[in-house]
């Protein structure tokens, strides 16, 4: 699942996770985030902080406190944030990775976190 407002990044990363066999849901904002993930089930979440309607950390606050999907990792992006200071309450993604982003890392860290929580 992907969690991105700006329309270009969203497609390209759509695409490129679809060219690696991935079935993948798109969202531009946070609206009705947990019913998105619950009726998804997605392995993965790659979530962008500046969401139009609000900041993807509350989000991932929200992910981690409800116990059916506290297990999907994260993965946040974000343009403005870097990985030592992006982090909200205390609360860290389970990566993080700064736009603009190369495909290939992108796709690691996807592989990476995928294969963390298939243990």
Same mark, same amino acid.
């Given at each position: 699942?992907? +969690? ?13 996770? $679809?060219?690696?066999? %991935? #079935? ?7 609206? $009705?985030?947990?019913? #998105?993930? *619950?009726?998804?089930? /997605? @392995? ?7 969401? /139009?309607?609000?900041?993807? *950390?509350?989000?991932?606050? $929200?992910?981690? $406190? ?6 999907? /990792? ?5 343009? *403005? ?7 909200? @309450? ?5 990566? %993080?990775?700064?736009? /603009? %982003?190369? +495909? @290939? ?13 298939? #243990?």
């Amino acid at each position: 699942m992907v +969690i991105e407002d700006n329309h270009a990044i969203l497609d390209v990363i759509i695409l490129v996770l $679809e060219s690696e066999a %991935f #079935h993948v849901s798109g969202l531009t904002n946070g609206t $009705e985030f947990i019913f #998105h993930v *619950r009726d998804f089930n /997605p @392995d993965l979440i790659i979530m962008d902080i500046m969401l /139009p309607d609000i900041d993807g *950390r509350i989000l991932l606050k $929200e992910l981690k $406190e409800t116990d059916s999907i506290n297990h999907i /990792p994260v993965l946040m992006i974000s343009a *403005r944030y870097n990985s030592s200071n992006y982090m909200l @309450d205390g609360l860290a993604a389970d990566d %993080f990775i700064a736009k /603009p %982003f190369n +495909i @290939d890392d992108l796709m690691d860290r996807i592989y990476s976190l995928l294969k963390k929580s298939n #243990h």
